[in-house]
């Protein structure tokens, strides 16, 4: 059950901060369905090594709310990473 959780908090951050962040990052280069599909994927994939980045920190569970909370710390890392990274290639291109 938490492993779902986890995946739908994930992919709601990502959402989330695509929204929040606009077209900054991958620009209109990609079709916006396509945007926010990477930033769900990255949301989901951020959350994953947020809680298990936790878990290691902690060296064991936390309480729910805890891993929770660093799930969506996570996921909102990785996309800011990504859009940040894609960003700077596009600047590096132009």
């Known amino acids: 059950m938490y492993v779902i959780i986890r995946i739908l908090l994930g992919a709601l951050a990502g959402w989330l901060t695509g929204k929040l962040a606009d077209d900054e990052g991958y620009s209109r280069a990609l079709i ?9 994927i990255y949301g989901i994939i951020g959350a994953t090594i947020g809680d ?9 569970k936390g309480s729910a709310f805890s891993s929770y909370a660093t799930a969506v710390l996570g996921a909102i890392t990785l996309v800011g990473l990504a859009r940040l990274i894609a960003g700077m290639r596009r600047a590096g291109n132009s």
């Open 32 to 40: 916006s369905g396509h945007r926010q599909l990477l930033d769900i």
């Open 52 to 60: 298990y980045l936790f878990f290691w920190a902690v060296i064991g």
